[in-house]
């Protein structure tokens, strides 16, 4: 006598959920800049995302996870530490604004990382907060 349909989907979902648990969550990734978080206009800034071992991608995600570039160039850095890095070669104002990362790991996101703010000095706000007309 076989099982009953829905006795052997509730065991394969029931199973599911153990393997999830014993995975537990992936820990968050951190996020930093070079040479700074502020940043002159035109210049260039660095992104450095910052994993686990074994991260098969890292994601730069822009304010409201609106924009956001991948990138699949994930180096060792240690044992238990990948990395990727990500550039913006001349800074604009559209550059400005909070950033953070997420990485890829056995076929799952991780949470994002805590947010970065990046500032980009000389703009034209920057001008008008100073008290200097722009002529």
């Known amino acids: 006598m076989s099982p009953h349909p829905t006795a052997l989907l509730g065991l394969v979902l029931c199973l599911a959920q153990t393997i999830h648990m014993q995975e537990g969550a992936l820990p968050r990734p951190s996020i930093s800049a070079e040479p700074d ?14 994993g686990p071992a074994g991260v098969h991608a890292f994601r730069l995600e822009r304010e409201n996870r609106s924009q956001y570039r991948d ?37 799952r996101w991780s949470q994002p990382s805590e947010q970065l ?19």
């Open 71 to 107: 990138n699949y160039d994930v180096s060792l850095v240690s044992p238990f530490l990948s990395e990727a890095t990500f550039r913006i070669d001349s800074v604009s104002e559209d550059s400005a604004g909070r950033y953070h990362c997420l990485y890829h790991k056995a076929s």
């Open 37 to 50: 978080t502020v940043i002159p206009l035109g210049s260039p800034v660095t992104f450095h995302c910052r």
């Open 117 to 135: 703010e990046l500032v980009v000095k000389g703009t034209v706000a920057d001008t008008e907060a100073s008290g200097f007309d722009l002529l």
